[in-house]
């Protein structure tokens, strides 16, 4: 059973920066898919950004620019590097994966495997 593990998440001032690290553990296969979502409570879960095991990568509008979506060297990692971090970022941060290509890929349901989700708080 794959299981996705965030950390890295925390309370950072507004302009700061954090980076958040993912890794799949029970997977013997390579998750093609990884990106991340934030959520706010009483809001859709958003799109953040995606990567690729191509190298390419896509991102939200909100985020463009200020926000880097990376894999690491180990199988199956992923990372998202956040600078100048704004008071709206403010959420829960989850962590998703499909071993698939999809046109959904900035869609929850583009992803079959989640992870249980990292808080990140930007405040002075």
């Known amino acids: 059973q794959v299981q996705l593990v965030e950390s890295g998440g925390g309370l950072v001032q507004p302009g700061g920066s954090l980076r958040l690290s993912c890794a799949a553990s029970g997977s013997t296969f390579s998750i093609n898919t990884m990106g991340w979502f934030r959520q706010v409570p009483g809001k859709e879960r958003e799109f953040v950004a995606v990567s690729w095991s191509g190298g390419r990568t896509y991102y939200g509008a909100s985020v463009k620019g200020r926000f880097t979506i990376s894999r690491g060297a180990a199988k199956n990692t992923v990372y998202l590097q956040m600078n100048s971090l704004k008071p709206e970022d403010t959420a829960v941060y989850y962590c998703?994966?499909?071993?698939?290509?999809?046109?959904?890929?900035?869609?929850?349901?583009?992803?079959?495997?989640w992870g249980q989700g990292t808080q990140v708080t930007v405040a002075s």
């Open positions: 998703a994966g499909n071993p698939y290509d999809n046109n959904w890929y900035a869609r929850p349901l583009g992803y079959v495997y």
